[in-house]
């Protein structure tokens, strides 16, 4: 009978252990830029991120080539001229939710977040601060953010001949499922 339950006490310790860190292969950050002349919009389904609920650690991680545009012409434009993926490929995040109290990981619902951390776009590191929501699921944690990116910052260089179709802040949406990390 102890045999038994020590198991168990171990097997739930297991799974309580294993609640603490989210993951995903498949997060979605979205940006648009919006000017008189034109839309862009490109998505990329292929972001990597990592919660730690009881840290607030959070890491994001993709590849800038995995940007999908409407015109092919935009996306080598993105690539080949503005963001030179092939000499920086990836864009990372790491940051910390800084009102990590405020959220419940063990009850269903939603919760506003602050995250702090550094975003590295180009090469170039700069420090920022998001708010967002954070949405606790039965399946794992969504979180949710909108915020500005302004080229300059990170040393992408427009050209005066496009400068009016490129908005001088473009708008960052991350909307990214992250499940329960298995071991």
Do not use: C, W
Request: proline share 4%; hydrophobic share 40%.
């Amino acid at each position: 009978m102890k045999t038994i339950i020590t198991i168990l006490l171990i097997a739930v310790g297991f799974h309580a252990n294993a609640q603490d860190k989210f993951f995903t292969r498949n997060g979605t950050i979205t940006f648009f830029s919006t000017t008189p002349v034109e839309d862009i919009k490109a998505e990329n389904f292929g972001v990597t991120a990592i919660l730690d609920t009881k840290t607030g650690n959070l890491e994001f991680s993709l590849l800038m080539k995995s940007f999908n545009f409407k015109k092919a012409l935009m996306q080598e434009h993105f690539n080949e001229n503005y963001v030179e993926s092939d000499a920086f490929p990836k864009s990372t995040f790491s940051g910390t939710i800084i009102n990590l109290p405020d959220v419940n990981f063990e009850k269903e619902g939603e919760y506003p977040a602050k995250v702090k951390g550094e975003l590295m776009i180009h090469g170039q590191t700069r420090e920022i601060m998001v708010d967002g929501t954070i949405e606790v699921t039965s399946e794992g944690v969504v979180l949710s953010s909108e915020f500005p990116v302004s080229p300059a910052d990170y040393e992408i260089e427009i050209p005066s001949v496009v400068e009016d179709k490129i908005a001088k802040q473009i708008l960052v949406t991350v909307n990214t499922e992250l499940e329960p990390l298995k071991r």
